[in-house]
T-cell receptor, first 109, second 112 residues
Framework: DAKTTQPNSMESNEEEPVHLPCNHS???????IHWYRQLPSQGPEYVIH???SNVNNRMASLAIAEDRKSSTLILHRATLRDAAVYYC??????????FGTGTRLTVIP | DVKVTQSSRYLVKRTGEKVFLECVQD?????MFWYRQDPGLGLRLIYF???????EKGDIPEGYSVSREKKERFSLILESASTNQTSMYLC???????????FGPGTRLTVL
């Protein structure tokens, strides 16, 4: 499985944008970039995914570097409910998801 | 709303006991998964199933077995529980193998 590298933790002030980075220098041409998050005492939940182009949905935006060796999950306006562990995952086709240890996001009121 | 439920949030068992963890999804999904989550190790896939009565080993199947007799239900079985199986167990389902996965709330199992 291609691996990703994320910072262990990040902090953000409430109502400010948050940029969560992910490095994936060994990504292959068929790997999709997926993001999940896990709120305290809950199972992970899907956030967003993309292949080459930037993607937006109601939860977040995903910015993918031109060489695809890195990506950034953008939360446009952090709330206290966004405090969670965020996982960046590479996935090829029907291969299984590989969850690393993720980035723990703390949102400061 | 999409829903994956797990039979227990917390479970305490003794070494050597047979343990059943149940997972039910109401989305008519073909694929179901069992993971365990341990501090510093992230989520690790134990088994998954892509159809009724079908199963495949994940990354850490040793000490576990699974059963899928009905589409909506996927059971994880610890034939003889050991203390190193103390963990958080998470069930997930997806419509297709490469679609987003929907997770249950997890079962925290303690083996004494």
């Amino acid at each position: 499985d291609a691996k990703t590298t994320q910072p262990n933790s990040m902090e953000s002030n409430e109502e400010e944008p948050v940029h969560l980075p992910c490095n994936h220098s060994t990504i292959s041409g068929t790997d999709y970039i997926h993001w999940y998050r896990q709120l305290p005492s809950q199972g992970p939940e899907y956030v967003i995914h993309g292949l080459t182009s930037n993607v937006n949905n109601r939860m977040a935006s995903l910015a993918i570097a031109e060489d695809r060796k890195s990506s950034t999950l953008i939360l446009h306006r952090a709330t206290l409910r966004d405090a969670a562990v965020y996982y960046c995952i590479l996935r090829t086709g029907a291969n299984n998801l590989f969850f690393g240890t993720g980035t723990r996001l703390t949102v400061i009121p | 709303d999409v829903k994956v439920t797990q039979s227990s949030r917390y479970l305490v068992k003794r070494t050597g006991e047979k343990v059943f963890l149940e997972c039910v999804q109401d989305m008519d999904h073909e694929n179901m998964f069992w993971y365990r989550q341990d501090p510093g190790l992230g989520l690790r896939l134990i088994y998954f199933s892509y159809d009724v009565k079908m199963k495949e080993k994940g990354d850490i199947p040793e000490g576990y077995s699974v059963s899928r007799e009905k589409k909506e239900r996927f059971s994880l079985i610890l034939e003889s529980a050991s203390t190193n199986q103390t963990s958080m167990y998470l069930c997930a389902s997806s419509f297709l193998r490469y679609n987003e996965q929907f997770f249950g709330p997890g079962t925290r199992l303690t083996v004494l």
